[in-house]
T-cell receptor, first 115, second 118 residues
């Protein structure tokens, strides 16, 4: 099992540029989560999907952030335009169902630096 | 709404000493509780979870945690610390199913960074 795959692992961009982060969940998992981790704010849930449908996007900071899940094996998180305060590690996680007892499996993260 | 509080953002213990990381939860319904570990430059991975079976839960790498409803606690312990235990540890909570949606959402604590002194 390859686990949750995220790309790129590192991204350095300039303020104002568009950034797209990608995630492939574990095959067979039907819940997918996007988190952001910073020293100041810790681990924040941005949005999550169930069966490719967004369920809760209340953590998305503002309209510059958008997320899509066009199929069960792929999701993107887009920031347009990017700002220096978006610098963080972004994690994708997946879980096998909708029960609260299910473990979430995390990817290795994408470290984003916006100059 | 559920929440968790982790007391102590940094904990240092000597190699071979007892590890105790504290977590208290708040939940309107009986919770599911989790401990995750994050090693440097990696994602989080599950150490153990409580899902209303035995109140003493054993996890990987010799860690265990005890669910105490009367104290609303789920503290993580390990009898003897090893250098490889140095990492950040997160407590998390989710509610038992009360609706058809949103049950799988986890609320994480702010984390405790564990340092092992040789």
């Amino acid at each position: 099992d390859a686990g949750v795959i995220q790309s790129p692992r590192h991204e350095v961009t300039e303020m104002g540029q568009e950034v797209t982060l990608r995630c492939k969940p574990i095959s067979g998992h039907n819940s997918l989560f996007w988190y952001r981790q910073t020293m100041m704010r810790g681990l924040e849930l941005l949005i999550y999907f169930n069966n490719n449908v967004p369920i809760d996007d209340s953590g998305m900071p503002e309209d510059r952030f958008s997320a899509k899940m066009p199929n069960a094996s792929f999701s993107t998180l887009k920031i347009q335009p990017s700002e220096p305060r978006d610098s963080a590690v972004y994690f994708c996680a997946s879980s096998p169902g909708t029960s609260g007892r299910n473990e979430q499996f995390f990817g290795p993260g994408t470290r984003l630096t916006v100059l | 709404a559920q929440s968790v509080t982790q007391l102590g953002s940094h904990v240092s213990v000597s190699e071979g000493a007892l590890v105790l990381l504290r977590c208290n939860y708040s939940s309107s319904v009986p919770p599911y509780l989790f401990w995750y570990v994050q090693y440097p430059n990696q994602g989080l991975q599950l150490l153990l979870k409580y899902t209303s079976a035995a109140t003493l839960v054993k996890g990987i790498n010799g860690f265990e945690a005890e669910f105490k409803k009367s104290e609303t606690s789920f503290h993580l312990t390990k009898p003897s610390a090893h250098m490889s235990d140095a990492a950040e540890y997160f407590c998390a909570v989710s509610d038992k199913e009360v609706s058809n949606f949103g049950n799988e959402k986890l609320t994480f604590g702010t984390g405790t960074r564990l340092t092992i002194i040789p």
